[in-house]
């Protein structure tokens, strides 16, 4: 019974911790690869596009880890008993990984300009990071052509770096 009073107080004190963006002793965690802006973040992914390069595109979004530790504390699903980061990662995985691919089928080797971003569902805003929902990029093709484009979903903005949150487009 001692040792596992012992053992949740660690846990409880690990997801403290992280759920205020850091561990004790250690800063805040880096994202590989994050961008300074959601504008530059938008110019990368229109070039992993253009250059049908998935690999640099998956490079822009979170990781399981980034996903896991800097983001899923403070999300309302990880108050749902039984539910764990996993679990969610494994679930949403496959939708992101279709949704990258179907970018690349539509729109794979075509040209945009960004001209402006815009978020369709607005930002929702958590202790330590802010989410961008249902981003559009409004771009100029190669023929002149002013649209508005779905080629991403959210975008995670957590401690002025920004990443893409899924390729998710619903």
């Given amino acids: 019974m001692i040792y596992h009073s012992r053992l949740m107080w660690v846990l409880l004190s690990l997801l403290l911790s992280v759920s205020c963006g850091h561990v004790a002793g250690h800063k805040p965690l880096p994202l590989l690869h994050a961008q300074p802006s959601a504008e530059v973040l938008a110019q990368q992914i229109l070039l992993g596009i253009a250059n049908r390069d998935e690999q640099a595109l998956r490079q822009l979004a979170l990781t399981k880890d980034e996903f896991c530790q800097a983001v ?6 990880a108050q749902t008993p039984n539910m ?19 970018i690349l089928l539509e729109h794979g080797g075509k040209s ?7 978020f ?5 805003t958590y202790k330590s990071f802010k989410v961008h929902e249902d981003t559009r ?28 949150f899924s390729f998710i487009i619903d």
């Fill in 72 to 77: 899923w504390p403070e999300l309302p699903s």
């Fill in 84 to 102: 764990t980061c996993e679990w969610a990662w494994n679930a949403f995985l496959p939708s992101d990984v279709a949704g990258l691919r179907q």
């Fill in 112 to 118: 945009y300009n960004l001209v402006r971003l815009r």
């Fill in 120 to 124: 369709a569902k607005g930002t929702t």
């Fill in 137 to 164: 990029m409004i771009v100029v093709d190669d023929g002149g052509k002013e649209q508005e484009l779905k080629l991403c979903g959210s975008i995670l903005e957590y401690q002025g770096q920004y990443k893409l």
